[in-house]
């Protein structure tokens, strides 16, 4: 807490930071995998796949992500993660642009389905689609419907 106010200190309430650490300063493996919520051999792994991150790496190969990898990183997992694109997806939406979209739209295929003891699961995006086509099919249905009776 900052002594003359009743607001929190900044540097201790966001949750991407340790209390203390400068927001430009390097992070280490341990520390962007507890950011993001991954384990630390899918952040090695991401780096085999993803060129643009390049963490650097120290005597030893200890690696320190810089705050643009880290960025990336999180770019990479909302597009694995929670959109449901494959490795390759993510790889054509991060070279075409920051928003991964050209004119709008994807340049990607079909996102990821992931099965789940339950059936398929689809991410955010593909979810969101089916949905639109799903309501296109109906409105069709309705109208030939109407032509035939």
Partial sequence: MNPSSTEPDASTTRGDERPGKAP??????????AELGVPQH???????RFP??????RA????????EDIEILR?????LYEEGYTIKGAQKALRAGP?????????????AARRTGAGLQLG???????????????NLRAMLQ???S
């Fill in 24 to 33: 430009q300063a390097f992070r280490t493996i341990s520390e962007v995998a």
């Fill in 42 to 48: 899918v952040l090695r792994f991401w780096e085999t």
């Fill in 52 to 57: 643009m991150v390049r963490p650097l790496k």
């Fill in 60 to 67: 030893g190969g200890r690696r320190y992500y810089r705050p």
């Fill in 75 to 79: 770019r990479i997992r909302q597009l």
């Fill in 99 to 111: 928003s991964g979209a050209r004119d709008g739209r994807p340049e990607v295929t079909a996102p």
């Fill in 124 to 138: 955010g995006q593909a979810r969101s689609r089916l949905a639109a086509i799903r309501d296109a099919l109906e």
């Fill in 146 to 148: 109407r032509v035939v």
